[in-house]
């Protein structure tokens, strides 16, 4: 590789007398002032989402569309019935006795009962007595 070296004052091109008398004349304060704008707005974030789901049904579509079925094989379905078996049936309708005893439940055969306590509570006499012993 060579090393590039800056060109010569002789080796660089030659500029019109005409375009050089008017460079040197030029007066900046003549030109008018312009403010600038950008005119090219990049897209929201939700524009390229937009764009790219367009992008992906477009090419699932031309997929659909190029879809050679003539590549398919043919094939026979086999449907195989599996029938429960003796304790599958029982547990079944052990769990259907007891739903329809359930939904046929009637509480007016229920009886009243009193809730009767088994271990009271000692009554402040008797806690009494014990605070003494």
Known sequence: MADLE???VEDLPKVDASLKSELESFKPSLMKSVSTSEKIVLPSAEDVAVEKTQQAQQ???????EFDPSNLKHTKT?????LPDKEVIESEKEQQKMRQSIESFDPKNMKHVETQEKNPLPTK???DQEKQV
Do not use: H
């Open 6 to 8: 800056a060109p010569k």
């Open 125 to 127: 006499e008797v806690i």
């Open 59 to 65: 090419a699932a579509m031309k997929f659909v569309e």
């Open 78 to 82: 086999q449907e195989k019935i599996v």
